[in-house]
């Protein structure tokens, strides 16, 4: 997976709690995304960074903030969880100089929340 | 209205089947397509990649674009059961490395042996 990680692989939590997602990369892209993947909707954007301390929101941002300190580490919060948040999430990066399209992006192997 | 169409099957084909997967769009701007593959409880991975119209071939894969028509393909020939997977298609305006891509829903493909 491209020298990217994610943690924890799996969650369960109640509604009401917060929870932070991790990704972290070792390949030195400028580009993290983090995605939501949902039967009926496939991939939808939850926020985006283009650099450390420089983030923008996606088409799914509401009840979710992210930030990056350090270009290898993306973090995905849940202020507050709600059974709507229950999803497969997959962080993603891109800009390197992989070779390929510059567009392409690489994902990680995805972390499976639950929120009861 | 999404802005990308795609069945999301599942499809069910025998072993050396030929199978046509297939997007919409309905963006004019969009002028770069790819195809992702994406094993089950597995991220997505590129799978092909094309720029405005035409066919772009890769072994047994085929990616077509009819801008047209805001109609993307991609055909598998002699489908073997390790294609057995979701196939996702995504586009973007722009070809840069921070580009957003917007992905279908995703077509899942069972290849029976």
């Known amino acids: 997976d491209a020298g990217i990680t994610q943690s924890p692989r799996h969650k369960v939590t109640e509604t009401g709690t917060p929870v932070t997602l991790r990704c972290h990369q070792t390949?030195?892209?400028?580009?993290m995304y983090w995605y939501r993947q949902d039967p009926g909707h496939g991939l939808r954007l939850i926020h985006y960074?283009?650099?450390?301390?420089?983030?923008d929101k996606g088409e799914v941002s509401d009840g979710y903030s992210v930030s990056r300190s350090k270009t290898e580490d993306f973090l995905l919060t849940l202020e507050s969880a709600t059974s709507s948040q229950t999803s497969v999430y997959f962080c993603a990066i891109s800009g390197g100089l992989a070779g390929g399209p510059v567009s392409e992006q690489f994902f990680g192997p995805g972390t499976r929340l639950t929120v009861l | 209205q999404k802005e990308v169409e795609q069945d999301p099957g599942p499809l069910s084909v025998p072993e050396g089947a030929i199978v046509s997967l297939n997007c919409t769009y309905s963006?004019?701007?969009?002028?770069?397509f790819m195809w992702y593959r994406q094993y089950s409880r597995k991220g997505p991975e590129l799978l092909m990649y094309t720029y405005s119209s035409g066919n772009k071939e890769d072994g047994r894969f085929t990616a077509q674009v009819d801008k047209s028509s805001k109609y993307i393909s991609l055909f598998i020939r002699d489908s073997q059961p390790s294609d057995s997977a979701t196939y996702l298609c995504?586009?973007?305006?722009?070809?840069?490395?921070?580009?957003?891509?917007?992905f279908g829903e995703g077509t899942q493909l069972t290849v029976n042996p």
């Open positions: 995504a586009m973007t305006p722009e070809e840069t490395s921070g580009s957003r891509l917007t």
């Open positions: 963006n004019s701007a969009f002028q770069y």
């Open positions: 960074s283009y650099g450390v301390k420089d983030t």
């Open positions: 390949e030195n892209h400028r580009y």
